[in-house]
């Protein structure tokens, strides 16, 4: 007896699975039931929720880091950048200018902060209390915990 090979077994059920939803569809399609479609309300009366925002309302957390002890702060957004794409790169010069020019702030892990905005993956805190207290800067969003 001659086996029929599995590959032809998937294909006729695959075929004849199309050929029943097709022509389940022509039928229902013929009655009218697919044709009448259900009243859609009209656009005025979906209520529109108001558009994100940037900077959410204000939470506290603290700094929390896994493997250090401290963070840079940067003040601002492009200080930010550039210090990633050094820490990345492993660029040691450009890592001691920003900190020789004292554009970066190191806040101790468990520093409690505010968040006063967010922006994608980044949110900029105000230090809330230890030594740094109202310095402000931009850091990852993750490193921000209850």
């Given at each position: 007896m001659q086996r029929i090979p599995v590959h032809w077994l998937i294909g006729a059920t695959v075929a004849l699975f199309v050929f029943l939803v097709l022509a389940t569809s022509a039928e229902l399609w013929s009655r009218g039931t697919l044709a009448q479609a259900r009243p859609v309300a009209p656009a005025t009366s979906i209520p529109q929720r108001p558009a994100p925002t940037a900077t959410p309302a204000p939470r506290e957390g603290r700094i929390s880091?896994?493997?250090?002890?401290?963070?840079?702060?940067?003040?601002?957004?492009?200080?930010?950048?550039?210090?990633?794409?050094?820490?990345?790169?492993?660029?040691?010069?450009?890592?001691?200018?920003?900190?020789?020019?004292?554009?970066?702030?190191?806040?101790?892990?468990?520093?409690?902060?505010?968040?006063?905005?967010?922006?994608?993956?980044?949110?900029?805190?105000?230090?809330?209390?230890?030594?740094?207290?109202?310095?402000?800067?931009?850091?990852?969003v993750n490193l921000v915990g209850p």
């Open positions: 880091l896994t493997v250090a002890n401290e963070y840079a702060l940067s003040p601002d957004r492009a200080t930010f950048e550039t210090l990633s794409r050094a820490t990345r790169d492993n660029d040691m010069a450009t890592i001691r200018r920003i900190a020789s020019a004292g554009g970066v702030t190191l806040v101790p892990n468990g520093t409690r902060v505010r968040v006063l905005q967010t922006d994608m993956n980044l949110i900029r805190v105000e230090v809330t209390d230890g030594p740094h207290r109202g310095r402000s800067g931009w850091l990852p």
